[in-house]
């Protein structure tokens, strides 16, 4: 287990549906990021929320869309997804910077969108 | 480009054997390399590494940064089943308030009995 939390784990949805991911950290981080890992691919980085607001945006299409309600929990909406967003979603939290800390990550939800 | 390059790509050996994995880098504001270790799901961190020349060790692993020659390699040895997984590359970029890492595609690892 880790103790950067997802849920759920697997997520199958249509392209009309609309559904939310959800990532949870209790070890007081305040940078979480989403991440999208294709099939044999290292994972590529989506946003990036620093202090609960949004400090990158990797070019991510609209159909994402993430939210930052508190310090330790991270969203993702998804609506009018397409099949090639077909992934599986890590979430991690980390330090602020300068602390020489790790990045770590969530178990991720395997989405398939049908 | 920010780019890092793992090699092999993959990698069969038998148990007991010992690995090596390499891992090159060509990035702008370098702060730190990691080294992740990713079976099935999450990612589990392994190193980190901000200053050339010192190894760091775990058990069985080690790792080593070269920032002069831009590579770190990662040593795995008396290798067991349960080593098998991909093994990721990172480099951290500087930045302010996060990190920013860049991913090497990976080497993926299978120890057989």
């Known amino acids: 287990d880790t103790e950067v939390t997802q849920t759920p784990k697997h997520l199958v949805m249509g392209m009309t549906n609309k559904k939310s991911l959800k990532c949870e950290q209790h070890?007081?981080?305040?940078?979480m990021y989403w991440y999208k890992q294709k099939a044999k691919k290292p994972p590529e980085l989506m946003f990036v929320?620093?202090?609960?607001?949004?400090?990158i945006n990797e070019s991510v299409p609209s159909r994402f869309s993430p939210e930052c309600p508190n310090s330790s929990l991270l969203n993702l909406h998804l609506h009018a997804l397409q099949p090639e967003d077909s992934a599986l979603y890590l979430c991690a939290s980390s330090q602020e910077r300068g602390l020489n800390q790790p990045q770590h990550f969530g178990d991720g939800t395997r989405l398939s969108i049908l | 480009e920010d780019k890092v390059v793992q090699s092999p790509l993959s990698l069969v050996v038998h148990e007991g054997d010992t690995v090596t994995l390499n891992c090159s880098y060509e990035v702008t504001n370098f702060r730190s390399l990691l080294w992740y270790k990713q079976e099935k799901k999450a990612p589990t961190f392994l190193f980190m590494l901000?200053?050339?020349?010192i190894e760091k060790k775990s058990g069985r692993l080690s790792s080593i940064l070269d920032k002069k020659e831009l590579f770190s390699i990662l040593n795995i040895t008396a290798t067991q089943t349960g080593d098998s997984a991909v093994y990721l590359c990172?480099?951290?970029?500087?930045?302010?308030?996060?990190?920013?890492?860049?991913f090497g595609t990976g080497t993926r690892l299978l120890v057989s009995p």
């Open positions: 070890m007081g981080h305040r940078a």
């Open positions: 990172a480099v951290e970029l500087y930045n302010t308030g996060f990190q920013k890492l860049v």
């Open positions: 901000t200053s050339s020349g």
């Open positions: 929320y620093s202090y609960e607001k949004l400090s």
